[in-house]
Protein backbone atom coordinates (compact mmCIF):
# COMPACT_ATOMS: atom_id res chain seq x y z
CA UNK A 1 0.00 0.00 0.00
CA UNK A 2 0.99 3.82 -0.50
CA UNK A 3 1.65 3.90 3.21
CA UNK A 4 4.66 1.15 3.03
CA UNK A 5 5.75 2.16 -0.11
CA UNK A 6 7.46 5.31 0.42
CA UNK A 7 10.83 6.04 -0.25
CA UNK A 8 13.33 5.88 2.40
CA UNK A 9 15.83 8.85 2.64
CA UNK A 10 18.92 8.01 3.81
CA UNK A 11 20.09 10.57 6.97
CA UNK A 12 23.21 11.35 8.39
CA UNK A 13 27.24 9.83 8.91
CA UNK A 14 26.03 6.92 11.19
CA UNK A 15 23.86 4.87 8.66
CA UNK A 16 26.10 5.39 6.45
CA UNK A 17 28.63 3.30 8.07
CA UNK A 18 26.42 0.91 9.10
CA UNK A 19 26.26 0.73 5.47
CA UNK A 20 29.56 0.37 4.12
CA UNK A 21 29.66 -2.47 6.97
CA UNK A 22 26.76 -4.25 5.06
CA UNK A 23 29.00 -3.87 1.50
CA UNK A 24 32.01 -5.97 3.22
CA UNK A 25 29.42 -8.45 4.86
CA UNK A 26 28.21 -8.30 1.13
CA UNK A 27 31.82 -8.71 -0.49
CA UNK A 28 32.38 -11.59 2.21
CA UNK A 29 29.43 -13.67 1.73
CA UNK A 30 30.18 -13.81 -2.17
CA UNK A 31 33.22 -15.92 -1.46
CA UNK A 32 31.06 -18.25 0.57
CA UNK A 33 28.35 -18.26 -1.67
CA UNK A 34 29.21 -21.79 -3.10
CA UNK A 35 29.51 -23.10 0.15
CA UNK A 36 26.21 -22.07 0.98
CA UNK A 37 24.76 -23.89 -2.23
CA UNK A 38 26.03 -26.72 -1.40
CA UNK A 39 24.89 -27.15 2.24
CA UNK A 40 21.53 -26.08 0.76
CA UNK A 41 21.80 -28.51 -1.72
CA UNK A 42 22.76 -31.23 0.06
CA UNK A 43 19.89 -30.89 2.38
CA UNK A 44 17.40 -30.91 -0.33
CA UNK A 45 18.82 -33.98 -1.44
CA UNK A 46 18.27 -35.15 1.81
CA UNK A 47 15.10 -33.79 2.11
CA UNK A 48 13.66 -35.18 -0.82
CA UNK A 49 15.28 -39.03 -0.18
CA UNK A 50 13.55 -38.86 3.48
CA UNK A 51 9.73 -37.74 1.45
CA UNK A 52 10.35 -40.25 -0.98
CA UNK A 53 10.85 -43.08 1.70
CA UNK A 54 8.30 -42.04 2.99
CA UNK A 55 6.12 -42.59 0.69
CA UNK A 56 7.86 -45.83 -0.51
CA UNK A 57 7.44 -47.50 2.88
CA UNK A 58 3.46 -47.28 2.49
CA UNK A 59 3.30 -48.85 -0.37
CA UNK A 60 5.72 -51.78 -0.12
CA UNK A 61 5.35 -55.00 2.03
CA UNK A 62 7.12 -56.23 5.31
CA UNK A 63 10.39 -57.18 4.00
CA UNK A 64 10.54 -54.16 2.19
CA UNK A 65 9.37 -51.88 5.03
CA UNK A 66 12.74 -52.78 6.91
CA UNK A 67 15.00 -52.39 4.16
CA UNK A 68 13.31 -48.65 3.59
CA UNK A 69 13.57 -48.16 7.11
CA UNK A 70 17.36 -48.88 7.18
CA UNK A 71 18.23 -46.33 4.50
CA UNK A 72 15.65 -43.54 5.91
CA UNK A 73 17.59 -44.18 9.44
CA UNK A 74 20.79 -43.77 7.60
CA UNK A 75 19.91 -40.45 5.66
CA UNK A 76 18.20 -39.22 9.02
CA UNK A 77 22.09 -39.70 10.35
CA UNK A 78 23.82 -37.94 7.64
CA UNK A 79 21.25 -35.23 8.11
CA UNK A 80 21.97 -35.22 11.99
CA UNK A 81 25.57 -34.80 11.21
CA UNK A 82 24.65 -32.26 8.84
CA UNK A 83 22.87 -29.88 11.36
CA UNK A 84 25.55 -30.97 14.25
CA UNK A 85 28.44 -29.32 12.04
CA UNK A 86 26.11 -25.72 11.62
CA UNK A 87 26.06 -26.17 15.20
CA UNK A 88 29.46 -26.18 15.70
CA UNK A 89 29.95 -23.29 13.56
CA UNK A 90 29.15 -21.51 16.52
CA UNK A 91 31.57 -23.09 18.73
CA UNK A 92 35.31 -23.26 19.10
CA UNK A 93 35.22 -27.24 17.92
CA UNK A 94 36.94 -27.50 14.73
CA UNK A 95 39.44 -30.33 15.46
CA UNK A 96 38.29 -32.38 12.82
CA UNK A 97 38.95 -29.43 9.94
CA UNK A 98 42.25 -27.74 8.64
CA UNK A 99 42.93 -24.47 9.14
CA UNK A 100 41.00 -23.11 6.13
CA UNK A 101 38.08 -25.16 6.72
CA UNK A 102 38.10 -23.22 10.24
CA UNK A 103 38.29 -20.02 9.14
CA UNK A 104 35.80 -20.66 6.35
CA UNK A 105 33.14 -21.62 8.93
CA UNK A 106 34.34 -18.67 11.10
CA UNK A 107 33.70 -16.23 8.30
CA UNK A 108 30.37 -17.64 7.13
CA UNK A 109 29.07 -17.81 11.10
CA UNK A 110 29.93 -13.88 11.64
CA UNK A 111 28.67 -13.07 8.67
CA UNK A 112 25.45 -14.52 8.85
CA UNK A 113 25.23 -13.10 12.46
CA UNK A 114 27.00 -9.69 11.79
CA UNK A 115 24.35 -9.23 8.36
CA UNK A 116 21.32 -10.10 10.56
CA UNK A 117 22.43 -7.93 13.64
CA UNK A 118 22.80 -5.08 10.69
CA UNK A 119 19.33 -5.19 9.22
CA UNK A 120 17.73 -5.42 12.72
CA UNK A 121 19.06 -1.78 13.34
CA UNK A 122 18.34 -0.74 9.49
CA UNK A 123 14.66 -1.94 10.58
CA UNK A 124 14.58 -0.16 14.08
CA UNK A 125 16.40 3.19 13.14
CA UNK A 126 14.62 3.97 9.46
CA UNK A 127 11.85 1.63 8.78
CA UNK A 128 10.39 2.61 12.53
CA UNK A 129 11.14 6.20 12.03
CA UNK A 130 9.48 6.12 8.72
CA UNK A 131 6.34 4.04 9.62
CA UNK A 132 5.98 4.94 13.83
CA UNK A 133 5.79 1.13 14.65
CA UNK A 134 6.55 1.93 18.16
CA UNK A 135 4.00 4.55 18.90
CA UNK A 136 0.75 4.03 21.41
CA UNK A 137 -0.76 7.26 20.41
CA UNK A 138 -2.40 8.75 17.50
CA UNK A 139 -4.68 11.53 16.71
CA UNK A 140 -7.13 10.78 13.79
CA UNK A 141 -8.99 13.31 11.67
CA UNK A 142 -11.91 12.51 9.45
CA UNK A 143 -12.53 15.38 6.84
CA UNK A 144 -15.42 15.82 5.06
CA UNK A 145 -14.48 15.65 1.28
CA UNK A 146 -16.69 16.19 -1.73
CA UNK A 147 -20.56 15.32 -1.40
CA UNK A 148 -21.51 18.42 0.61
CA UNK A 149 -23.88 17.50 3.35
CA UNK A 150 -23.75 13.82 2.35
CA UNK A 151 -19.69 13.91 2.66
CA UNK A 152 -20.60 15.33 6.35
CA UNK A 153 -23.16 12.75 7.48
CA UNK A 154 -20.89 9.87 6.16
CA UNK A 155 -17.72 11.03 8.16
CA UNK A 156 -19.84 11.31 11.30
CA UNK A 157 -20.74 7.54 10.09
CA UNK A 158 -17.04 6.49 9.88
CA UNK A 159 -16.38 8.18 13.37
CA UNK A 160 -18.70 5.63 14.83
CA UNK A 161 -17.46 2.97 13.03
CA UNK A 162 -13.44 3.51 14.41
CA UNK A 163 -15.17 4.30 17.65
CA UNK A 164 -16.78 1.13 18.06
CA UNK A 165 -13.47 -0.27 16.61
CA UNK A 166 -11.79 1.16 19.63
CA UNK A 167 -14.10 -0.55 21.83
CA UNK A 168 -13.60 -3.92 20.65
CA UNK A 169 -9.55 -3.44 20.77
CA UNK A 170 -9.98 -1.65 24.33
CA UNK A 171 -8.08 1.52 22.71
CA UNK A 172 -8.90 4.83 24.79
CA UNK A 173 -9.88 7.54 22.86
CA UNK A 174 -10.85 10.69 23.51
CA UNK A 175 -13.00 13.09 21.28
CA UNK A 176 -11.29 16.80 20.80
CA UNK A 177 -13.47 18.15 17.68
CA UNK A 178 -16.89 17.18 16.29
CA UNK A 179 -18.19 18.35 13.15
CA UNK A 180 -20.68 21.23 13.44
CA UNK A 181 -24.17 20.67 11.27
CA UNK A 182 -24.48 23.56 9.28
CA UNK A 183 -21.30 24.63 7.91
CA UNK A 184 -21.88 27.57 6.60
CA UNK A 185 -21.68 29.28 10.10
CA UNK A 186 -18.27 29.06 10.22
CA UNK A 187 -18.06 25.50 12.33
CA UNK A 188 -15.81 22.98 12.58
CA UNK A 189 -15.13 21.36 9.59
CA UNK A 190 -13.47 17.45 10.69
CA UNK A 191 -13.46 15.04 13.62
CA UNK A 192 -10.38 15.45 15.80
CA UNK A 193 -9.98 12.06 17.45
CA UNK A 194 -6.98 11.13 20.24
CA UNK A 195 -6.48 7.33 20.67
CA UNK A 196 -4.12 5.67 22.65
CA UNK A 197 -3.60 1.78 23.24
CA UNK A 198 -1.23 -1.37 21.92
CA UNK A 199 -0.38 -1.37 17.95
CA UNK A 200 -2.54 1.60 17.61
CA UNK A 201 -0.46 2.91 14.84
CA UNK A 202 0.12 0.00 12.66
CA UNK A 203 -4.10 -0.66 12.72
CA UNK A 204 -4.91 2.75 12.05
CA UNK A 205 -2.91 3.35 9.38
CA UNK A 206 -5.09 0.60 7.66
CA UNK A 207 -7.40 3.10 7.64
CA UNK A 208 -4.78 6.61 5.50
CA UNK A 209 -6.62 7.67 2.56
CA UNK A 210 -9.39 8.42 0.73
CA UNK A 211 -13.17 6.77 1.93
CA UNK A 212 -15.98 6.77 -0.55
CA UNK A 213 -19.94 6.19 -0.28
CA UNK A 214 -22.56 5.25 -2.78
CA UNK A 215 -25.91 5.96 -1.70
CA UNK A 216 -29.49 7.35 -1.91
CA UNK A 217 -29.80 10.52 0.12
CA UNK A 218 -33.33 10.86 2.05
CA UNK A 219 -34.29 14.47 0.23
CA UNK A 220 -33.29 12.65 -3.53
CA UNK A 221 -33.70 9.65 -5.97
CA UNK A 222 -30.38 9.86 -7.75
CA UNK A 223 -27.47 7.78 -6.06
CA UNK A 224 -25.02 10.26 -4.83
CA UNK A 225 -21.00 9.55 -4.42
CA UNK A 226 -19.22 11.09 -1.57
CA UNK A 227 -16.00 11.19 0.21
CA UNK A 228 -13.97 11.52 3.62
CA UNK A 229 -10.73 12.00 4.01
CA UNK A 230 -8.78 9.93 7.33
CA UNK A 231 -5.75 10.83 8.06
CA UNK A 232 -3.20 9.42 11.18
CA UNK A 233 -0.76 11.36 12.76
CA UNK A 234 1.88 10.22 15.65
CA UNK A 235 0.56 12.25 18.41
CA UNK A 236 3.29 11.24 20.55
CA UNK A 237 6.21 11.99 18.66
CA UNK A 238 4.89 15.38 17.09
CA UNK A 239 4.19 16.40 20.77
CA UNK A 240 7.75 15.21 21.52
CA UNK A 241 9.20 16.92 18.64
CA UNK A 242 7.11 20.10 19.70
CA UNK A 243 8.09 20.64 22.92
CA UNK A 244 11.60 20.69 22.20
CA UNK A 245 11.12 23.69 19.67
CA UNK A 246 8.37 25.56 21.88
CA UNK A 247 11.42 25.89 24.34
CA UNK A 248 12.83 28.99 23.28
CA UNK A 249 15.59 30.84 24.82
CA UNK A 250 15.35 34.80 25.50
CA UNK A 251 17.75 35.89 22.94
CA UNK A 252 14.15 34.59 20.58
CA UNK A 253 12.36 37.38 22.57
CA UNK A 254 11.71 40.99 22.31
CA UNK A 255 9.46 41.68 25.36
CA UNK A 256 8.12 44.94 25.59
CA UNK A 257 5.92 47.04 28.33
CA UNK A 258 3.66 49.84 28.39
CA UNK A 259 1.21 51.40 29.91
CA UNK A 260 -2.50 49.41 29.72
CA UNK A 261 -5.71 51.43 28.20
CA UNK A 262 -8.96 50.69 29.57
CA UNK A 263 -10.64 51.37 32.93
CA UNK A 264 -8.81 50.68 36.27
CA UNK A 265 -7.38 53.80 37.89
CA UNK A 266 -4.53 55.61 37.90
CA UNK A 267 -2.00 53.22 38.35
CA UNK A 268 -3.14 51.32 35.13
CA UNK A 269 -2.51 54.92 33.41
CA UNK A 270 0.92 55.14 35.62
CA UNK A 271 2.84 51.89 35.02
CA UNK A 272 3.99 50.10 32.81
CA UNK A 273 2.04 46.62 33.06
CA UNK A 274 0.99 45.76 29.73
CA UNK A 275 3.62 43.34 27.90
CA UNK A 276 4.05 42.36 24.40
CA UNK A 277 6.38 39.59 23.56
CA UNK A 278 7.40 38.85 19.70
CA UNK A 279 8.85 35.55 19.01
CA UNK A 280 11.79 36.45 16.38
CA UNK A 281 11.97 33.31 14.81
CA UNK A 282 8.79 33.40 13.70
CA UNK A 283 7.08 36.92 14.49
CA UNK A 284 4.59 35.32 16.17
CA UNK A 285 3.08 38.35 19.14
CA UNK A 286 0.89 38.25 21.89
CA UNK A 287 0.18 40.99 24.25
CA UNK A 288 -1.46 40.88 27.88
CA UNK A 289 -2.68 43.47 29.77
CA UNK A 290 -5.26 41.45 32.29
CA UNK A 291 -3.42 41.99 35.87
CA UNK A 292 -2.26 45.22 37.04
CA UNK A 293 0.66 43.01 37.38
CA UNK A 294 3.46 43.12 35.11
CA UNK A 295 5.01 39.95 36.26
CA UNK A 296 1.73 38.25 36.10
CA UNK A 297 0.87 39.56 32.40
CA UNK A 298 4.32 38.55 31.27
CA UNK A 299 3.81 35.07 32.56
CA UNK A 300 0.59 34.64 30.82
CA UNK A 301 1.93 35.93 27.61
CA UNK A 302 4.94 33.62 27.84
CA UNK A 303 2.15 30.43 28.60
CA UNK A 304 0.14 32.07 25.56
CA UNK A 305 3.34 32.03 23.04
CA UNK A 306 3.76 28.82 23.61
CA UNK A 307 0.29 27.65 22.95
CA UNK A 308 1.02 30.03 19.61
CA UNK A 309 3.95 28.35 18.87
CA UNK A 310 2.83 24.44 19.52
CA UNK A 311 -0.11 25.65 16.80
CA UNK A 312 2.06 27.30 14.77
CA UNK A 313 4.60 24.24 14.51
CA UNK A 314 1.80 21.93 14.59
CA UNK A 315 0.25 23.14 11.10
CA UNK A 316 3.98 23.34 10.00
CA UNK A 317 4.33 19.26 10.68
CA UNK A 318 0.63 18.79 9.21
CA UNK A 319 2.03 20.26 6.04
CA UNK A 320 5.25 18.55 5.84
CA UNK A 321 2.68 15.01 6.60
CA UNK A 322 0.48 15.82 3.86
CA UNK A 323 3.72 16.52 1.56
CA UNK A 324 5.00 12.88 2.60
CA UNK A 325 1.80 11.55 1.25
CA UNK A 326 1.59 13.18 -1.98
CA UNK A 327 1.70 9.73 -3.52
CA UNK A 328 -1.85 9.17 -1.98
CA UNK A 329 -3.39 12.08 -3.61
CA UNK A 330 -5.42 13.03 -0.15
CA UNK A 331 -7.41 15.79 -2.14
CA UNK A 332 -11.33 14.00 -1.79
CA UNK A 333 -11.68 13.21 -5.25
CA UNK A 334 -14.27 10.51 -5.62
CA UNK A 335 -11.37 8.37 -7.89
CA UNK A 336 -8.62 8.40 -5.17
CA UNK A 337 -10.49 6.05 -2.65
CA UNK A 338 -8.79 3.00 -0.87
CA UNK A 339 -12.77 1.76 0.01
CA UNK A 340 -16.15 2.09 -1.76
CA UNK A 341 -19.38 1.83 1.08
CA UNK A 342 -21.98 0.78 -0.98
CA UNK A 343 -25.21 1.45 0.24
CA UNK A 344 -27.29 -0.02 -2.81
CA UNK A 345 -25.86 -3.46 -2.86
CA UNK A 346 -24.84 -3.37 0.98
CA UNK A 347 -21.41 -3.97 -0.23
CA UNK A 348 -17.95 -2.85 1.12
CA UNK A 349 -15.03 -2.97 -1.16
CA UNK A 350 -11.65 -2.77 -0.16
CA UNK A 351 -9.18 -1.53 -3.04
CA UNK A 352 -5.83 -2.06 -1.41
CA UNK A 353 -6.78 -5.49 0.06
CA UNK A 354 -8.80 -6.19 -2.98
CA UNK A 355 -11.63 -7.77 -0.73
CA UNK A 356 -15.38 -7.11 -0.13
CA UNK A 357 -18.01 -7.41 2.46
CA UNK A 358 -21.74 -8.00 2.58
CA UNK A 359 -23.99 -6.40 4.97
CA UNK A 360 -22.63 -2.76 5.38
CA UNK A 361 -24.12 -2.29 8.54
CA UNK A 362 -22.32 -5.24 10.11
CA UNK A 363 -18.96 -3.77 8.74
CA UNK A 364 -19.88 -0.12 11.03
CA UNK A 365 -20.04 -2.31 13.80
CA UNK A 366 -16.35 -3.17 13.68
CA UNK A 367 -16.42 -6.90 13.67
CA UNK A 368 -15.27 -7.10 9.82
CA UNK A 369 -13.43 -3.68 10.36
CA UNK A 370 -10.83 -6.02 12.17
CA UNK A 371 -10.87 -8.47 9.91
CA UNK A 372 -9.56 -6.20 6.82
CA UNK A 373 -7.22 -4.62 9.18
CA UNK A 374 -5.31 -7.90 10.04
CA UNK A 375 -6.00 -8.44 6.06
CA UNK A 376 -3.81 -4.96 5.32
CA UNK A 377 -1.64 -5.69 8.16
CA UNK A 378 0.24 -8.43 6.41
CA UNK A 379 0.34 -6.36 3.38
CA UNK A 380 1.73 -3.74 5.23
CA UNK A 381 4.23 -5.72 6.24
CA UNK A 382 5.29 -7.60 3.93
CA UNK A 383 5.81 -4.18 1.70
CA UNK A 384 8.01 -3.13 5.02
CA UNK A 385 10.06 -6.14 4.37
CA UNK A 386 10.39 -5.78 0.49
CA UNK A 387 10.84 -2.03 1.20
CA UNK A 388 13.92 -2.50 3.81
CA UNK A 389 15.30 -5.76 1.48
CA UNK A 390 15.25 -3.59 -1.39
CA UNK A 391 17.08 -0.66 0.04
CA UNK A 392 19.80 -2.54 1.46
CA UNK A 393 20.68 -4.67 -1.83
CA UNK A 394 20.47 -1.15 -3.81
CA UNK A 395 23.11 0.05 -0.99
CA UNK A 396 25.31 -3.02 -1.07
CA UNK A 397 25.35 -3.04 -4.92
CA UNK A 398 26.94 0.59 -4.91
Not at 189 to 204: C, L
Request: net charge positive; proline share 1%; charged share 35%.
Amino acid sequence: MELAQRNITMPCDDSNKAFLKIIKIHEKSKEMKSLCEDLDLYKELVQESKNGMEKGVQSKDTGAKKKDEEQKNKIELMNDELEEKEEDNNDDNYDDDDDDIKELKRNLWNVQGTLVQQIVEFYKSFVNDNHHLDTDEVKMEITPGVGGQEALLFSKKLFTMYENFCKKKNYEYEVKNRITDDMTKGGNKNIVVHIRGKDVYENFAQEIGIHRVQRVPINSKKIQTSTSIVLIFDEKRIKDKLQKKINFSKTDLLIETKRSGGAGGQSVNKNETCVKIVHKPTNITVEVQKTSSQIQNKSIAIELLRSKLYNFYYEQEKIIYLKDKKNQKLSGNRSEKIRTYNFIHDVVIDHVANVQYSDIHKFFKGDHLIQLINKKKKIFYQNIVDETLMYILSRAGK
